[in-house]
């Protein structure tokens, strides 16, 4: 979780100064679900995300020097520095992409699911994903044929109040995301998402039995994005005092308290690798213009698509 809000205070900070190009949307505040769902899962497990995913890539193994490479449009970044923070991959960890379209990533974990079944070695696939995700109607299809295919998904409900400027209370028919879990004869449960341990023990027994072959289950996670939408939106749709009051529960201080010890040196530790992580990938070269069209489909005839 201290690696999760470093990498984003360190992106946040690059954005703000100018030096980090495109659209950035950062999950300060959201920690413990990404920390909390990833701990269980093993590293041949996968996991889609979306806008919003760093978290759930440091989460699920991914490395920092080369998600802030592609959030810099460096040639060493995820994507050859071509499609920055919404669009992070790396098959190697499991993890099958960051995704710009919102809901678009839960079909894909879905067809992760179908090939670890098909596989037979226990896999099993999370999508993570907002309640903005949960009016598409994709959504609802891989929930359906998720439970008549008892497929192995879980499926993670970031639930941070608001879809863009939308607070979830006018955008949403359901009291709680977990409630559309009964029309498809699945388990859905809704946590405290800023509550690691909650969220760890949630997970765990969702994960434990869809990999014993049990079947999807929904996770409704309820925790709060404590920056704008998106870096530099000017958040006239909330309180400050809104806010503040979500901040006073941050997720990482309730950790801290319930862990023995000191935890200022992992805080320290994270700082130094996300600082070291820029000012390596600061170094590096820029993606070239004319790699633009690189692994873009080509027709024979020369069309690209
Ligand atoms: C299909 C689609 N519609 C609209 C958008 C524009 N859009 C980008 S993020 C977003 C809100 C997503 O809200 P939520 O799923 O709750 O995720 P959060 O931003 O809160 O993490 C919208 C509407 C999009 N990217 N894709
Ligand atoms: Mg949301």
């Known amino acids: 979780m201290a690696r999760i809000r470093q990498f984003e205070v360190a992106a946040a900070k690059l954005m703000a100064s100018g030096r980090l190009p495109g659209t950035l949307h950062v999950s300060i505040g959201q920690e413990a679900v990404a920390a909390g769902v990833c701990d269980v899962l093993r590293r041949d497990d996968l996991i889609t995300t979306t806008h919003r995913g760093h978290g759930h890539c440091l989460a699920k193994g991914g490395e920092p020097r080369a998600m802030m490479a592609e959030l810099l449009g460096r040639s060493t970044g995820y994507c050859g520095g071509r499609s920055g923070s919404m669009h992070i991959a790396d098959p190697a960890a499991g993890i099958l992409g960051a995704n710009a379209i919102v809901g678009a990533g839960i079909p894909i974990a879905l067809g992760g699911a179908f090939a670890a079944a098909r596989k037979g070695r226990g896999g ?76 760890r023990d949630a997970a765990d027994e969702a994960v434990a039995r869809a990999r014993e072959g049990g079947g999807p289950a929904l996770l409704e996670c309820l925790t709060y994005r404590w920056h704008g939408h998106f870096e530099g939106d000017p958040q006239k749709y909330r309180d400050a005092a809104e806010v503040a009051e979500w901040k006073a529960g941050d997720p990482l201080n309730r950790l801290a308290a319930s862990l023995p010890g000191e935890t200022e040196a992992i805080d320290d530790e994270a700082r130094r690798e996300m600082a070291d992580a820029v000012t390596a990938a600061e170094a590096d070269p820029l993606a070239a213009p004319d790699s633009v069209t690189a692994h873009v489909y080509r027709l024979p005839g020369g069309a690209l698509r």
């Open 124 to 199: 099993v696939a999370v999508a993570f994903f907002g309640e903005g995700a949960v009016a598409q109607g994709v959504f609802h299809e891989s929930l359906n044929l998720a439970a008549l295919w008892k497929l192995p998904i879980v499926f993670v409900c970031e639930n941070n109040q608001y879809v863009e400027l939308t607070p979830v209370s006018v955008h949403l028919a359901a009291k709680h995301v977990a409630d559309h879990a009964a029309p498809y004869g699945i388990p859905g449960s809704q946590v405290d998402g800023n509550d690691a341990h909650a969220v």
